[in-house]
């Protein structure tokens, strides 16, 4: 793999441990409607790079299907549902602001489920990372480095905020900063492993690339309104969750067209 590519693949994952790493600087937990607002943003990050990076291209690549193009897009994009919604009721999982926990019956402690369930919504991001890499690097003429580039800094930019809403909270709990930041750092792990993983698939089955990239989309619109709508919309009635949203998408649409062009 080149230098290139491992860049890519990291750097949403630096934007993880950044932000984990306000635990080191900030004295007070992020306060209830600055975590909603967070949450608008990194969900409208999420549709903004599922249409321009992932279903678009997806759809470009197959545009010799004519008006049967959308084809490979929806069925990748129901696949990507149906695997979140099964690992959504597999692994065991607790979403802020929640008490009852998700997935099967476990023994494991809060800390443990609540830094699964950021991770459980990581996974779609590191595949959408790994498909349009893939795309890149298999020589796909639709999509360029600065297009893949602009989808890892999207990506990035609204994992610093996640970063701090697991390892604020933790801190809050009574965690030792150190541990709390490695709770945070852990919680996007997944995401470099996920995206190599894609890959290395994608490279083997060039053909379903369109798949691939669609898949991610529909991984990525599930978490999106299974669990970041719901969290930026509880609670007292306010509208910074969705002016977030609105930011996020515009900027991740700006990422996308001006770099990706």
């Known amino acids: 793999m080149t230098f290139e590519l491992w860049q890519g693949l990291l750097i949403p994952f630096v934007g993880t441990t950044f932000g984990a790493a306000c635990v080191f600087l900030m004295r007070n937990n992020l306060g209830e409607l600055v975590q909603r607002a967070l949450t608008g943003f990194a969900a409208g990050v999420m549709v903004a790079a599922s249409i321009w990076s992932l279903l678009l291209p997806a759809m470009e690549q197959v545009a010799e299907m004519g008006p049967w193009s959308f084809l490979p897009a929806v069925a990748g994009f129901w696949l ?14 607790l979403h ?31 595949m959408a990372v790994g498909a349009v890499y893939a795309g890149w690097l298999y020589g ?3 999509i360029t480095l600065a297009g893949a580039l602009a989808l890892s800094l999207g990506i990035a930019i609204q994992n610093f905020p996640e970063g701090a809403i697991i390892s604020m909270p933790l801190r809050a709990e009574g965690f030792s900063k150190p541990r709390a930041f490695l709770y945070g750092t852990l919680s996007g792990a997944v995401e470099p492993v996920g995206a190599a993983l ?4 994608a490279g083997t089955l060039i ?14 619109i599930y978490v999106v309104v299974e669990e970041l709508i719901p969290e930026m919309s509880a609670g007292r009635h306010s509208n910074v969750g969705t002016l977030l949203f609105a930011a996020g ?4 649409m700006t990422l996308d067209v001006a770099l990706g062009a």
């Open 96 to 126: 802020r602001g929640s008490q009852e926990a998700e997935g099967l019956k476990s023994s494991l402690g809060r800390t443990t489920m609540l830094t699964l369930a950021v991770a459980l919504h990581n996974i779609p991001e590191g």
């Open 249 to 252: 998408f515009t900027l991740m």
């Open 198 to 201: 894609t890959v290395l698939l």
């Open 207 to 220: 053909p379903v690339l369109p798949y691939a990239l669609s898949f991610a989309a529909g991984a990525m």
């Open 80 to 93: 990507g549902v149906l695997f979140l919604l099964g690992l959504d009721r597999l692994i065991p999982h």
């Open 140 to 142: 796909d003429s639709r």
